[in-house]
């Protein structure tokens, strides 16, 4: 329908479609979001214990620290020369 001289298009409806690409996209995405979580997790759960008082730099308990190396020398397997 024309009204007054304009005209304009029929109205066509646009249905987007997941192609390849997208699919592709957004597997990466997920993927690179579920990773980042995870460290973030771990970073968190193996963080010591800290000192109240103290800078961020120093603020770690130096026993738990020591008795978390030793665990992990004991676990490893490691023994010194």
Do not use: K
């Not at 993927?31 to 214990?49: D, H, K, R, W």
Request: hydrophobic share 50%; proline share 6%; net charge negative.
């Amino acid at each position: 329908m024309t009204v007054a001289g304009g005209t304009h298009a029929p109205a066509v409806e646009t249905h987007r479609r997941w192609g390849f690409g997208r699919i592709v996209a957004a597997v990466i995405a997920f993927a690179l979001g579920g990773m980042l979580l995870a460290f973030v997790a771990y970073g968190v759960i193996t963080t010591p214990n800290a000192v109240p008082g103290r800078s961020p730099l120093t603020a770690f308990d130096a026993e738990a620290v020591g008795h978390l190396e030793q665990e992990a020398c004991i676990h490893s397997g490691y023994t010194p020369a």
